[in-house]
């Protein structure tokens, strides 16, 4: 079965469509091109939202 999930690739900074790179330089699965795109977007708004968190604590 192929894999047809999406996945951001850290090491080349693109979104790539199955299982490219190993699990080190790999963010995902997603279901969406669009999705795997925005992988560092949603990952450094949900640090600063724990960080805000950590904060009030």
């Not at 995902?28 to 724990?50: M, V």
């Amino acid at each position: 079965m192929a894999d047809d999930k999406w996945y951001y690739d850290l090491a080349t900074g693109e979104a790539v469509q199955g299982k490219v790179s190993g699990w080190e330089n790999r963010m995902g699965p997603y279901d969406s091109r669009g999705e795997a795109e925005a992988a560092l977007a949603r990952a450094r708004a949900r640090n600063e939202a724990w960080d805000a968190q950590d904060e009030d604590d």
